[in-house]
């Protein structure tokens, strides 16, 4: 009788066991705007055009962000700079060409300070503008921020 009642529970729970395996995997989809991304990635969009249409700008900020790769991936940040060829990322996907249209309309048009970069929180919130990129600014305002520490707190426990 034992055995019996094993075997059933096994057959019982079998079902659930590949539903389990069939659960949703965060997979990279194409990105013509950044509903994809919310709730997963802190966003920190760049205007290249803003920049006073410098190469030597974009360049220096692309330098800080690859510096800065570690730190980036921490904190769970996907940043896109707005050139005038398209859009650099280092989001892992394919992106549209319709995203650039929609973060100039969005993030940087009817602006009246000029702003160069964007820091948008993983509620898709803008968090804050600067007219140049302040990197270390953008992170210690993560780092201050609730789930930010939530994330912390987790690392640290385990």
């Known amino acids: ?3 019996y009642l ?3 529970t096994i057959l019982l729970w079998l079902p659930f ?3 389990a395996s069939d659960a949703p995997k965060k997979t990279v ?3 013509a705007n950044l509903k994809p991304l919310k709730w997963q990635h802190r966003i920190i969009l760049i205007q290249e055009e803003s920049m006073s249409d410098s190469p030597a700008i974009t360049t220096s ?3 800080q962000l690859k510096q ?3 730190a980036i991936n921490e904190r769970h940040v996907i940043w896109f700079i707005l050139t005038t060829d398209g859009v650099k990322s280092n989001y892992s996907g394919t992106i549209t060409p319709e995203l650039k249209t929609h973060l100039n309309k969005i ?3 009817n602006n009246q300070n000029p702003t160069t ?3 948008i929180g993983k509620d898709g919130y803008v968090k804050k503008r600067t007219k140049q990129l302040e990197l270390q600014t953008f992170f210690d305002l993560i780092d201050s921020m609730p789930m930010r520490q939530s994330e912390i707190s987790d690392q640290i426990g385990s």
Request: with cysteine.
């Open 1 to 3: 009788m034992l055995r």
């Open 6 to 8: 094993k075997q059933c």
């Open 17 to 19: 066991a590949s539903m």
């Open 29 to 31: 989809v194409d990105l």
């Open 61 to 63: 900020a692309l330098s």
């Open 68 to 70: 800065a790769e570690a």
């Open 107 to 109: 993030y940087f048009s």
């Open 117 to 119: 970069a964007v820091l």
